[in-house]
């Protein structure tokens, strides 16, 4: 099916995580004859399944699915690789006359396609060594003196992103911050890519966490520690990005003995909310955004035709 002409060449979908996004983007596919490009930083690895809520393999046969396990646990993907890989997926589509549909809740990968990529110093193994062997406090000091800005906005539970803003931060010696700021738009055949609408599902707070302890209760079901057991296997540890993947992280802490796996799902229960509600803070802060509310009891047909309605230009 061709893509209606009244309407954007791709659709933006994003959430945060359990929202419904896969569905309602399946529902979608259906509809209007298109393609899921996965907007996700941890899909991207390959035998990193469950603890992700990847696209089972009925799914991936009923809609065709992008970006989804292009890679090893032994290789690095950073958002460069997503925008290239996101292109090709985009032509590809395109050129097949069906309709890529972006969808997943890395709000960064969102900006790097849609604002483009900065000109920041690609990874020096050697300082990110040295960064990586200092206390987590040492290095939150530190980018508190260097960049406050940064310091104010970035996810302080996540280490890899305060390395990576340390990391510039050194090799530039350049606020990390004012080098954002400084972000180029890709660009495109005739042009500078066109300011996309992000669609954002989002759902009460009670449906959210029912549904976020719902999935996670089902994920431990499905054998989470039997998957991280064997992914430990091939290096899980050694990925400082797969890492920080919800779940895996405190599955590992309980095969070391640190708490029982009652405690352990009750923690990723815990984290998983507190993850929501920062993917929600980074659409508020980042993107051309308009706010969906999906309520329990939906019918798909009407969220679609609501969503399409929205979305025509």
């Not at 396609?113 to 939150?140: H, T, V």
Request: net charge positive.
């Amino acid at each position: 099916m061709a893509p209606p002409t009244d309407r954007p060449c791709s659709f933006f979908l994003a959430g945060p995580t359990a929202v419904g996004k896969s569905e309602v983007a399946l529902a979608l596919a259906d509809q209007i004859g298109g393609e899921i490009i996965s907007v996700d930083s941890m899909q991207v690895y390959r035998g990193l399944d469950i603890g992700t809520a990847k696209p089972s393999a009925e799914e991936r046969q009923r809609v065709p699915h992008h970006l989804v396990d292009v890679c090893d646990l032994t290789e690095s993907f950073d958002a460069a690789r997503f925008v290239r890989l996101a292109e090709n997926a985009v032509a590809d589509i395109q050129a097949r006359n069906r309709v890529p549909i972006f969808c997943g809740g890395t709000g960064l990968y969102f900006t790097a396609y849609l604002s483009g990529l900065g000109e920041a110093p690609p990874a020096n193994p050697e300082m990110r060594a040295q960064l990586e062997s200092m206390p987590f406090d040492a290095l939150l000091q530190e980018l508190r003196e260097r960049d406050p800005v940064t310091f104010d906005k970035i996810d302080k539970q996540n280490p890899r992103r305060i390395i990576r803003a340390l990391e510039v931060i050194r090799l530039t010696g350049k606020k990390f911050s004012e080098q954002k700021a400084e972000w180029k738009p890709q660009k495109m055949e005739g042009g500078k890519r066109k300011a996309e609408t992000i669609f954002v599902l989002t759902r009460a707070q009670n449906d959210s966490h029912v549904r976020i302890n719902a999935r996670v209760d089902e994920m431990f079901r499905r054998g989470l520690v039997d998957e991280t057991r064997e992914l430990l296997k091939q290096g899980l540890e050694q990925n400082k990005t797969a890492m920080q993947a919800i779940g895996y992280r405190q599955v590992v802490e309980h095969l070391q003995g640190q708490r029982d796996l009652a405690e352990t799902i009750e923690l990723v229960k815990t984290k998983t909310r507190q993850f929501a509600k920062r993917q929600l803070t980074w659409f508020r802060r980042h993107g051309n955004c308009e706010w969906i509310e999906l309520k329990a009891g939906d019918r798909m047909d009407t969220t679609i035709k609501g969503f399409l309605d929205r979305a025509s230009v």
